[in-house]
T-cell receptor
């Protein structure tokens, strides 16, 4: 039982390049999330998927797109990377979003640097 | 709308001393409360949670937190810290009624630095 896995662990991009961050969970969770973590800012929600087939914007969605490929996988795409997107990205999952009790399980993170 | 305020961005403390990390929240509805810990270069893991019942909640690694509804606080405490407790700690709140899909709202974090 690997929990939440993310690939890659590290990535360096040039401004304007695109890339996709991958996330998968093996806990049969319905809800999945993408956060970014910046120094002194805590975690901010980019996008979430309450269930397979649905996605919704979080607090900071600009510059990102997501795909809930199936119940296990939730990817985050940067179409044209900008230096402001340099951050650590975390994927998380929970049994059921929208039900109040929302213990989330986090992946190890992807450190992205945009030059 | 909910918000979480962690009153201290950094807390230095000597080994074996007690520590309190402060968290206050704002919400117009009842909430669930969480503390997560992030060790250097790792993801977040749940330390403890308050859902209902006893206001004193015990978590892993000897940590505990007390929910105070009148003061809208959920402070984290440990009576004697170890070097290995050096980490960043995040307080988070979730709407009891699933507003915004029950998403977690995080505070900005408190870095606990335990010195020998």
């Amino acid at each position: 039982n690997a929990g939440v896995t993310q690939t890659p662990k590290f990535q360096v991009l040039k401004t304007g390049q695109s890339m996709t961050l991958q996330c998968a969970q093996d806990m049969n969770h319905n809800s999945m999330y993408w956060y970014r973590q910046d120094p002194g800012m805590g975690l901010r929600l980019i996008y979430y998927s309450a269930s397979e087939g649905t996605t919704d914007k979080g607090e900071v969605p600009n510059g990102y797109n997501v795909s809930r490929l199936n119940k296990r996988e939730f990817s985050l795409r940067l179409e044209s990377a900008a230096p402001s997107q340099t951050s650590v990205y975390f994927c998380a999952s929970s049994v059921e979003g929208g039900q109040g009790y929302n213990e989330q399980f986090f992946g190890p993170g992807t450190r992205l640097t945009v030059l | 709308a909910q918000s979480v305020t962690q009153l201290d961005s950094q807390v230095p403390v000597f080994e074996e001393a007690p520590v309190e990390l402060r968290c206050n929240y704002s919400s117009s509805v009842s909430v669930y409360l969480f503390w997560y810990v992030q060790y250097p270069n790792q993801g977040l893991q749940l330390l403890l949670k308050y859902l209902s019942g006893s206001t004193l909640v015990k978590g892993i690694n000897g940590f505990e937190a007390e929910f105070n509804k009148s003061q809208t606080s959920f402070h984290l405490r440990k009576p004697s810290v170890h070097i290995s407790d050096t980490a960043e700690y995040f307080c988070a709140v979730s709407d009891l009624y699933g507003g915004s899909q029950g998403n977690l709202i995080f505070g900005k974090g408190t870095k606990l630095s335990v010195k020998p």
